[in-house]
Structure formats: C-alpha cells, structure tokens
C-alpha cells in the first residue's frame, strides 16, 4: 500500500523517473563486468530488485526532501547491485562454526562426519562405484548389501536394513509388520520429536491402529499383557530419549516386553532413537543400553538414527531377526525411503571405523566431543581468553565459566557434560547486537546468550576453527 500522507504522488514523478532503466545499467562496464562472471537473470534479477526497493522508498517517502534524500546516484545503486548480486549467489547452505557447546544440533546439521567418511564420500560420490553392481558374478547387486554384512558383524543382529532417516525406519516397520491391526504403545513413551515426528502421528499414517496402555508415569506388564487380543500385530516400545519423567514412575523393561512377546507370538518393535555401539559409561556419561545390549534381549527389531550417538551421516538403520527384516524389505515403500550412495559411502566409512571401539570413541566426532575432558576444554579456553584479553580489552570482558554442554538432538536426556565456557559481555554494544554480528559473520558463529552474556563452548568448536573464531570476534567487536 502507498503512504503518501497528504502529498499526490505525482509530486514524486520526476524522483521516480530519475532512477535509470534497466538498459542504461546493462551498458555500465561494472554491469557488463558482473555479466562476465554471472548469469543475466542473476544480475537483471538484483538489478530489478534495488529498483523497485528505491522506486518504493521514494512512494514512502514523507516529504519532497526525504524522496531527495534517498540515494539514486550511480556509484550508490551499482554498488547495491554488486551486494544483492554477491548475496544472491551465496550459498544458502553453509558452514558454521557452532559454539553453543551443543554436540548433536538439530538445527546445525547434528553430526559431523570423520574425516575417512568425507574421503569415502568424494571418492565415490566423484566417481562410477559398484553400488548395484555386484563384482564377483557380473551381475545386478543390490545397494543394499554394502552395510548390512557390517552391520550384522559389529552389533550381532541376524538382519539389517538402512532407509532414509529414523523416522523412515519407525513408519516403514509400523507398515510392515503392522497395517490393519493393533500397536501396544505405553502411554508413557508417546513422544513428539523435533515437532513433525509424533509417535500416534506416525502410527495413523502407518495404517496401525495405537492401543495405548499404562499411564503416563507408570506402565506395568499386566497392562500391556490386558490389551493383547486377536488384532495384535505388535509390541512397540519407544526410547523417551528427549524427556524424563522423574518421581513415581514405573516402565516395563525390553526384556520383560520381549518375553511377553514370545509367550503371546509377537514381536517386539523397539525405537532406540540414539543408538549408540560404544558404552560411554567409563566416560562418565549415564549408562544406556546400547545397540549390542538391546539386541542381546532377542527384541524382534530395533531401528535408530544414522547422524545421533553413532556419529555418520542421516539415515535410519533397522536391525533384527531376519524374518521380519524379509518383511520389511519386501514392502514396496521401501524403494521410496532408500538411501543415495553419498550415505551408503558415509554410512559404510563410519561403521568400518567401529571395528576398534576405543579408537571410535577417537575418531567419531561426536564421540570425541562427548567425551573429551573438562581439564582439555579448560586449556584451550584459558588460551582463547588470553588472546582475547589481549586483543579485545577496550570492548569486551572476557571471563571463564563453569557451564554444562547439553548433548542434544534427541540423546542422552538430561545429561550435561561439565565445561568451560568463555563468557562475554561487550562494554560497547549490546549482547543482542553482538550474538546478530556473530550470526552473520563468515562462517557464521552460533553462539548461547544467557543472563546478558555470550557464551562460546569450545567443545563443539574443532581445534581449526579456533582461529576463524576468534578473527570473527575481532571484527563483530569493532
Ligand atoms: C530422533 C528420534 C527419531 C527420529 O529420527 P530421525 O533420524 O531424526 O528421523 C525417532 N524416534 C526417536 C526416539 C528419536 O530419538
């Protein structure tokens, strides 16, 4: 809508016809040296787009003197074109570096891959690969072959499958083993994960019917047992793993659940959402059952997350007893969830990795920062405070912090790991426009805010990041 508060906006016309077309741009050298470099419509677009925002500030404009007021020299609209033609062909998907000390952002890409899976992935991506190929006979293989033999050789399972993410895996296994008939679900385990991913949402497009049992703190065996009947396809548990609930509660275990499941002639379906191969225990991290452990209950199928604990990259990896694996495999949805070879290639280099589990626990990024030692993150941010102190003095105070990063992405709840935390408080600037700064640095610096303080944890900052980060805070505090 035009706001010409009390002026025709013809009083504007020679403002407006003032601007140059699009033409007189296009026979600019600065223009026709962006053509060199870029697509007409690229820079046409930006061209267009720093008109229409002039053309609009002069209709706005309150007065002849602020339309005269708005800059329609040449060196100022060429160089907003050489800015909205430089912001256009960024990248939207980039690299940041993520000081909120959180190790599986959701929001920041989760996991990070090791460096033998990067390798693996340009060698294959970069190339022909065997993927549906099989090398001993000649003939047509399937995709599918590359991670189950490894699969079933680290964690013991009879059979395994890999789809697209975790959420794939639930709904593809709920299908498979369930449509038409009843899912005996706890109360207690209905969870929602990251807002789209809720359990009864995902059950409804499964075509399985939920039968909730128990109550939302406690669910006892006799209450799974009381809902069995002719319809009953299957038993699922869920691994609350974004949650607790804490106080009064009572959950049946996945052995108890499993023998209920044999005694009755059901399988047991066990979302471990985070499945993780490596005990962190001797790391001081809460005990979890891991893959290994789940499956040494003889629970039917367990499916889990590719880019959680495990450390590779998206995928949704199912595992269990081979006759119900048949099943799933066999379901024609199955082609729609299955997984490119840039995964396959992650994917296969990650696992390879766990043959030796102390030196996953090394090269397993996400495992090396959640069990890296609090005295090796108070070195390095004793040394960043140094630097920063030096440098930054006049515009900043830089103190140290005793902070807990979050694991995050739906693992471990609850669990903090103890750190240190570089804390900031600008002297001549607000946090808000420094944490803004920050952002849009390059590469961006996502950082915590709290209590009127930017916080930076290293543990989720890499060793080569460090120098880019503290450039980055050199010029966001200038
Ligand atoms: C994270 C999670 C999912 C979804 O996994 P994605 O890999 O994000 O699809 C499903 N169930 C549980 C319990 C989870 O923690």
Redesign the pocket.
């Known amino acids: 809508m035009m706001k010409n508060r009390g002026m025709e906006p013809e009083d504007k016309q020679p403002y407006l016809r003032a601007l140059p077309a699009v033409d007189e741009f296009l026979r600019h050298s600065q223009i026709q040296a962006h053509l060199k470099k870029y697509s007409k419509e690229l820079v046409v677009g930006s061209i267009r787009r720093i008109m229409e925002q002039k053309r609009q500030a002069i209709l706005n404009s309150a007065n002849l003197q602020e339309a005269a007021s708005i800059g329609v020299a040449w060196e100022e609209l060429l160089a907003a074109v050489k800015e909205e033609i430089t912001k256009t062909a960024r990248p939207s998907l980039r690299r940041v570096i993520n000081a909120t000390g959180v190790v599986l952002h959701t929001n920041l890409g989760r996991a990070p891959l090791a460096p033998e899976a990067l390798q693996y992935i340009e060698e294959i991506a970069g190339g022909y690969s065997n993927l549906e190929f099989d090398l001993t006979s000649g003939e047509r293989g399937s995709r599918h072959e590359h991670v189950e033999k490894i699969l079933r050789l680290i964690t013991g399972a009879e059979s395994a499958l890999v789809v697209n993410?975790?959420?794939?895996a639930?709904f593809l296994a709920l299908n498979s083993l369930a449509e038409g008939k009843e899912v005996i679900v706890s109360r207690g385990q209905l969870?929602e994960?990251?807002g789209s991913?809720r359990i009864p949402d995902v059950m409804k497009k499964s075509g399985a019917q939920l039968v909730e049992v128990g109550t939302t703190n406690r669910t006892h065996l006799e209450d799974y047992e009381r809902a069995i009947n002719e319809r009953t396809a299957l038993l699922l548990k869920?691994?609350t793993?974004?949650f607790r609930v804490l106080g009064f509660t009572a959950e049946v275990s996945l052995k108890d659940l499993v023998a209920l499941g044999q005694a009755n002639g059901l399988p047991v379906l066990e979302?471990?959402?985070?499945g993780c191969f490596v005990d962190l225990s001797p790391y001081g991290i809460a005990k979890e059952p891991t893959v290994q452990e789940a499956l040494e209950t003889g629970v039917d199928v367990i499916t889990f997350?590719g880019?959680?604990l495990l450390g590779g990259p998206?995928a949704?990896i199912i595992l269990g007893q081979k006759k119900y694996l048949d099943l799933i495999k066999k379901n024609p949805l199955n082609r729609a969830l299955r997984i490119d070879k840039l995964t396959l290639a992650g994917l296969e280099s990650t696992l390879r990795v766990y043959w030796n589990h102390e030196q996953a626990a090394e090269r397993i990024p996400v495992l090396n920062m959640i069990t890296c030692p609090v005295e090796k993150l108070e070195r390095r941010v004793k040394r960043l405070q140094r630097q920063l102190t030096r440098d930054l003095a006049s515009s900043c105070q830089v103190k140290i912090r005793e902070e807990i990063s979050p694991v995050g992405g739906?693992a471990l709840p609850l669990q903090g790991l103890p750190t240190r935390v570089i804390a900031l408080r600008p002297l001549k600037t607000s946090v808000a426009s420094l944490e803004e700064r920050l952002r849009k640095s390059d590469p961006p610096v996502i950082a915590r805010v709290q209590e009127g303080e930017i916080l930076l944890d290293l543990r989720t900052v890499a060793e080569s990041e460090e120098k880019e980060l503290l450039e980055n805070l050199r010029q966001a505090l200038q």
């Open positions: 993410n975790n959420a794939g639930v969870v994960i990251g991913f869920v691994h793993s974004n979302d471990l959402g985070s997350s880019d959680k998206q949704g739906g």
